[in-house]
């Protein structure tokens, strides 16, 4: 099979993204702390997703299916709000998020689409008091809160490591619904 150049290049980024950003999950959740070390730090009881941004799902979903034998993919387009269409895929203990945002709307979603290009969005913890671990890291790092709702946050983190951390209750993970 012939990969066109421009799509080798997203399939590259996206790899190295996605082997990357695993690493980088995997380091912090298989860090275990006592309660006394987790005193003053928001403790991450585990890892959900990763949540990628991307242009076209279905050509994202298709590339990813023949070069990586992904699937099977659970997809859905949602009749309103800022999301065209969302699919994830399971790679072992790794749970992949494709978020395609609609065209005709703006949105965090598509801010960072038209910036940053299909890639890496979001890593993604579960916690049991998502709002203390919130109010934490804006009192604390001073991070910013991009979106909220109960039981859900985007929150911004700046300086070294900088990234968007979706905090999620964990009842609502979504590897529940594999």
């Not at 590259?12 to 275990?32: H, P, R, S, T, Y």
């Not at 859905?76 to 609609?102: C, D, H, N, S, Y």
Request: proline share 4%; hydrophobic share 45%; aromatic share 8%.
């Amino acid at each position: 099979m012939i990969v066109p150049r421009g799509n080798l290049k997203i399939v590259c980024a996206l790899a190295i993204g996605a082997l990357l950003g695993a690493a980088f999950v995997m380091a912090l959740g298989n860090k275990v702390r006592s309660v006394e070390a987790a005193k003053g730090f928001v403790e991450i009881e585990s890892f959900d997703h990763i949540g990628f941004v991307v242009e076209d799902r279905d050509a994202v979903i298709e590339l990813w299916s023949k070069l990586f034998g992904l699937g099977p993919w659970r997809t859905i387009e949602p009749a309103q709000g800022p999301m065209a269409k969302m699919a994830w895929v399971r790679v072992g203990g790794t749970q992949f998020e494709l978020l395609e945002p609609r065209k005709e709307s703006k949105s965090h979603w598509s801010d960072h689409l038209e910036k940053h290009g299909d890639g890496i969005h979001h890593v993604c913890i579960l916690s049991d008091t998502p709002e203390a671990d919130v109010e934490h890291l804006v009192a604390v790092e001073g991070a910013e809160v991009i979106a909220s709702s109960p039981g859900f946050a985007y929150v911004k983190t700046e300086g070294y490591g900088d990234l968007i951390l979706e905090i999620l209750h964990t009842s609502s993970s979504a590897l529940n619904s594999y």
